[in-house]
C-alpha cells in the first residue's frame, strides 16, 4: 500500500475538528471487568455490546465526537439488529479507530518499569484494521515517576523512555505505511507524589525525545495526532497545582516539545475526575491561540456517568445517554474555551 499523505492529513484534522474530540471506548477486557464489577454488572460479549452501542446510538455522537478509539473484539462486533459497530460510528459522522499495542510487560533489569509491546505482525494487522473501517490507531507508552526521580537511581530511567519511545515511532510509521492516522500516546503516570514541576521536568523529556524519534522513522507530522497527559501534581502529592497552573504550565510544555505541524493534540484524562479534565482543558483554550488545535481523548472522564446511569439495565438507556451526551458536550465547550463551571449543572 503506497501512504497516501492527503489522505492522513484529511483524517488528523476530522479527529481534532472544532468543537469535537475522541471517545476512548478501546477498554481491555480485563478493565471494563472492572468498571463492570464496580456497577454491579457482569462483563459479557453481550453486555460490552450493549453499552457501547448505547453511547454509539446517542445523538452527541454527531455533535461533540470525532472518532471512537476500539477495542479487537468492538471493531468486529454488530448491534443488537445486525448492524456492525463500526457502521454506528460512522452513520453518526464519526471515525473508527483501533487499538493497537498488546499492553505493557516488565521491562528487563529496570526494577518496575514497563515497555509497551505489539510491533510484532504490526503491520498485518494495520492492514486488516483498515478493511474493517479503521483510520486511525492507537498505542499507548506507559512511563511512571516514583521519589527520587531525575535523580541519580531516577525512575523513569533513560532505558524505559528511550525503548518506549523507539516503540511509538515504530508504530507511528507502520500506521502511515498502511494509511492509519497514529495516535502518538506517551503517558506519564499521576499515581505518584510528585510534584507538578516534576510531570514538567519528566513530560519534557519524553515528548522531545519521542518527537526525535518521529523524525528518524520519517513521520509525517501532518498525519499524526499527540496524546499527552498534562502536566499535574500526582495523586499522592501534598501540593496539588490549581486549574490555571495546570493550563499555563501544560501549554507552555507544549509549546516547548510540540512541533506546529503535528495536526493537533487531544489529552488524556490519566484518572482525573470528570470535571477536573474539562476544566483543565477549557483553560488551556483560553490562553489560545496556539498552533495546534488542543481537544480531548478521554475514556472514564466522558464514561464514569453513562457506566453509572445504565448499569446495565435496558430501561436505563435513556439515562445512560443523557448522561453520555452531557459530558461530550462538556468536553467539547472546553476544547473551544467555551465551558463554564455553571454548565455543569445544566444537566
Known sequence: MTMDLDALALVAKKMVARGKGLLAADESAGTIKKRFDAINVESTEDTRRDYREMMFRTDCMKDRISGVILYDETIRQNAKDGTPLVKLIEQAGSIPGIKVDKGVKPLPFCGDETITEGLDGLGERLAEYYKLGARFAKWRAVIDIVPGSL???????????????????????????????????????????????????????????????????????????????????????????????????????????????????????????????????????????????????????????????????????????????????????????????AQEKAV
Open 151 to 341: 535523580g541519580a537511581s531516577q525512575v523513569p530511567s533513560y532505558t524505559a523512555v528511550r525503548t518506549n519511545s523507539h516503540a511509538l515511532a515504530r508504530y507511528a510509521a507502520l500506521c502511515q505505511e498502511n494509511n492509519i492516522v497514529p495516535i502518538v500516546e506517551p503517558e506519564i503516570l499521576m499515581d505518584g507524589a510528585h510534584d507538578i514541576d516534576t510531570c514538567f521536568a519528566v513530560t519534557q523529556w519524553v515528548l522531545k525525545t519521542v518527537f526525535e524519534d518521529l523524525y528518524y522513522q520519517r513521520v509525517k507530522l501532518e498525519g499524526m495526532v499527540l496524546k499527552p497527559n498534562m502536566a499535574i501534581a500526582g495523586k499522592k502529592s501534598p501540593k496539588q497545582a490549581g486549574v490555571q497552573e495546570v493550563a499555563e504550565k501544560t501549554v507552555k510544555l507544549l509549546k516547548e516539545c510540540v512541533p506546529p505541524a503535528v495536526a493537533g493534540i487531544a489529552f488524556l484524562s490519566g484518572g482525573q475526575s470528570d470535571v477536573e479534565a474539562t476544566a483543565h482543558l477549557d483553560a488551556m483554550n483560553k490562553l489560545g491561540p496556539l498552533p495546534w488545535p488542543l481537544t480531548f481523548s478521554y475514556g472514564r472522564a466522558l464514561q464514569a456517568a453513562p457506566q453509572k446511569a445504565w448499569s446495565g439495565k435496558v430501561e436505563n438507556v435513556a439515562a445512560g445517554q443523557k448522561a453520555f451526551a452531557h459530558r461530550a458536550k462538556m468536553n467539547g465547550l472546553a476544547s473551544t474555551g467555551e465551558w463554564s463551571a
